[in-house]
């Protein structure tokens, strides 16, 4: 009896830890506008927060089912101009744009994952740069539409219900989604469908096998995937007031890999570690935007050699251990190994 009251108590302990700790950072993230005066600092926790979103819809398709894209910078552009030319040209409201622009980014997903899925490995990496590669002619090209190299200015504020959405306000609805993506994310991964994805990550020719549709699953996840990054495009068009070109090169689709690969692929918390550091190295490097994909290529392949799991995944690793050898140094001579 009082053994099974020990164990439930230790079992208890780090849920009551987690769940502080997650108060904790919601504390965190209300707090600090109220903290932070600086308009800069604020404009780049809220480029971190779209990079976050991006990130988490990415590393649903890369992370947890397996699947090489390099051609989500067309997704977060696809969103966003497809939002910006309906309340630009249609004159629909932001919300009603967001709501039919991110639906759209999914709907393109889903047509681009019918014929790309088919393939696999490299093949499939190639499929999915051109695909952004054609997002990015069709922007420069269909002048009348997006007014090409010029770009979409004048993009006005997002209210609501008459209270305009910016600053401050703008920061608290971006961490809104980043939220909501949060939960989504862990739900669609603990889900029937999650189990399926991940199977397919481990062995795509027997998830077959175990009943899995592997191209139907994979389309979804390509789906959902663009979902997320339709909804950093909507809202990183509006935040800047502008979108053109040279905002949706080859560079956008890097950094979801790069992203991801550094935060820790396959975890719940990689795309937000990776988004934090993506988002503040370009700071960092700044004078050197040439070089930009030089230094990310480099970067990459330093965490794919050395780091393959990333920073939370590495961290988990380095748990794990130290805790196993506390067990190991608590056993006394007597007890057998399990």
């Known amino acids: 009896m009082h053994t099974t009251k020990r164990m439930s108590g230790r079992l208890g302990a780090p849920k009551v830890i987690g769940t502080v700790g997650w108060l904790c950072v919601l504390l965190a993230i209300l707090s600090f506008p109220l903290l932070v005066r ?14 976050v979103i991006y990130g988490m819809g990415y590393n649903l398709l890369f992370g947890f089912c397996g699947q090489v894209s390099f051609g989500h910078g067309g997704f ?38 019918l014929p790309v899925l088919k393939l696999h490995h490299h093949y499939l990496a190639m499929a999915t740069l051109a695909f952004a590669v054609i997002v990015e002619s069709v922007v420069v090209q269909w002048r009348e539409l997006t ?33 909501l993506g949060y939960i989504v994310a862990r739900n669609v991964v603990r889900s029937r469908f999650g189990r399926a994805i991940l199977a397919i990550k481990e ?31 909507v809202l990183y068009a509006f935040l800047n007031q502008f979108i053109g070109p040279e905002c949706f090169t080859l560079d ?11 935060g820790g692929a396959g975890t719940f918390l990689g795309p937000v570690v990776g988004a934090v550091i993506v988002s503040i190295l370009p700071e960092l490097l700044y004078g050197f935007e040439e070089y930009h994909l030089i230094i990310y290529g480099l970067v990459l392949g330093f965490f794919l050699l050395f780091l393959p799991k990333g920073i939370v995944g590495g961290v988990s690793d380095l748990a794990r251990h130290a805790s196993a050898g506390k067990l190991r140094a608590r056993r006394t001579p007597g007890q057998k190994q399990p």
């Open 203 to 233: 062995n795509e020719e027997a998830a077959p096998s175990l009943g899995i549709n592997v191209r139907l699953y994979k389309t979804i996840a390509l789906t959902i995937s663009a979902l997320y990054a339709g909804l950093a495009g």
């Open 252 to 262: 956008l689709s890097v950094t979801a890999v790069l992203m991801t690969v550094m």
């Open 38 to 51: 600086s308009q800069y600092v604020l404009h780049i926790s809220i480029v971190i927060g779209l990079a």
């Open 147 to 179: 007014r090409g190299p010029v770009g979409l200015m004048g993009i006005p504020v997002p209210s609501f219900f008459g209270v305009p959405v910016h600053g401050v306000s703008f920061y608290y609805l971006t961490f809104l989604f980043v939220v």
């Open 76 to 113: 977060f552009a696809v969103g966003a101009y497809a939002s910006v030319l309906m309340v630009l040209r249609l004159g629909l409201s932001f919300w009603t744009a967001l709501a039919i622009a991110v639906l759209f980014t999914g709907l393109v997903g889903f047509l681009l994952g």
